[in-house]
């Protein structure tokens, strides 16, 4: 009982600090990442803090101009660290913002137009769709096909499209929810960052595992979290992007808010932006803009696309090493298992499982060579 006793007074300090934080999960999961991902920067500026310190002790502490820059270089490290995270924060939604709000209110004003029609087809879509079957009518085989194909493809973007707006509406309409959320994971970022050493002490403490162990998990998940960054994140915004670009030369309507919209969709799997560029490119077949509609299509399927393809296979491999579908599949059972937050969590453990099959590899080469 007193070898575990400090194990359950560890539990005991992790149940009491879970249960004051357990409306908010996803929220802590997203700010353990950030913390995870962004340590080696904080203890870069710790270490060059130290080097300044050790250089101005060495001069006179007594002087007030020396002893203002010790007190300075004790602060400099969390005080960089925060501004560094915000800046990486505000600055690019900064930007998106400039771009996308004089465009927002006609963008939103058109998602709820399909909205309220319950994202059905306009009746000039229409009347071209019933002449096409007027034609294929002497083809019963054909018009069959034809009219699955419809029906299938109208019922899945009227549920992309109505999630999307749904989502978007709900972000929008809890402004104060919002602000608090991001001051819980500003917070708790800094926090974990802050204590990483006591918080990893404590862990292999009372999973009685080495340190050297639990170092190789959390590197793991470092890994994991910067290919899930490049992979996913920048790709995303590189796609969304190419999709706002292609819309501006196509003369679509409100480019840099279809654009957003592209990058939000684009991390999944298979679909991704087509869920946006395909759609505006009917809209231009049938509005009589032929030309457009090709090459928006052209440049939705080969570049923006082409991207994905190239790009996201080589940062997530540079991460996990898994088979590329392997990385596909946890993509998609995180979202299905997580919602939008599966696009994090799915990668994460698939390299957990990989790291723990790594490690029982070696535990078992270990014991074979002692033999």
Not at 134 to 140: C, G, N, Q, S, V
Not at 219 to 234: P, Y
Request: proline fraction near 5%.
């Amino acid at each position: 009982m007193t070898i575990n006793l400090p194990r359950y007074l560890y539990l005991l300090a992790i149940v009491a600090w879970a249960i004051l934080l357990w409306p908010n999960p996803v929220t802590i999961f997203l700010a353990a990442c950030l913390s995870c991902l962004t340590i080696p920067v904080y203890r870069r500026l710790r270490r060059k803090a130290g080097i300044w310190r050790r250089k101005l002790a060495k001069k006179n502490p007594q002087t007030k101009r020396i002893h203002i820059a010790l007190r300075l270089s004790r602060h400099m490290p969390i005080t960089v660290y925060i501004l560094s995270i915000l800046a990486s924060f505000v600055v690019p939604l900064g930007i998106i913002a400039l771009l996308v709000s004089p465009q927002a209110v006609a963008g939103y004003a058109r998602l709820r137009e399909l909205q309220a029609s319950n994202f059905q087809l306009p009746p000039h879509w229409l009347e071209y769709i019933h002449a096409l079957r007027r034609t294929l009518a002497e083809y019963p085989r054909i018009e069959k096909a034809v009219n699955d194909g419809l029906a299938n493809l109208d019922s899945m973007f009227s549920d992309a499209v109505g999630m999307l707006v749904s989502r978007s509406f709900g972000f929008v309409g809890s402004t104060m929810n919002i602000f608090w959320l991001a001051f819980l994971f500003f917070t708790l970022a800094i926090l974990f960052t802050v204590h990483s050493r006591i918080i990893r002490r404590v862990t292999y403490r009372i999973l009685q595992i080495t340190p050297g162990l639990l170092s190789r998990f959390i590197q793991a998940i470092h890994r994991a979290l910067k290919a899930i960054m490049l992979g996913i994140v920048f790709v995303a915004l590189v796609q969304g992007a190419l999709c706002g670009i292609g819309f501006a030369i196509a003369g679509v309507n409100q480019p840099a808010f279809w654009g957003m919209l592209a990058t939000v969709v684009a991390p999944i799997p298979v679909v991704g932006t087509a869920l946006v560029w395909l759609p505006l490119c009917i809209s231009l077949w049938f509005g009589g803009h032929t030309m457009a509609a090709i090459g928006l299509a052209l440049w939705g399927s080969l570049f923006v696309a082409g991207v994905d393809n190239v790009l996201r296979p080589f940062f997530l491999r540079q991460g996990i090493k898994a088979p590329f579908f392997v990385l596909i599949l946890s993509i998609l059972c995180g979202l299905s298992m997580f919602g939008a937050v599966g696009l994090i969590t799915g990668p994460i453990l698939l390299a957990i499982a990989m790291q723990a099959y790594e490690e029982a590899n070696r535990y078992y080469a270990l014991a074979w060579k002692k033999k």
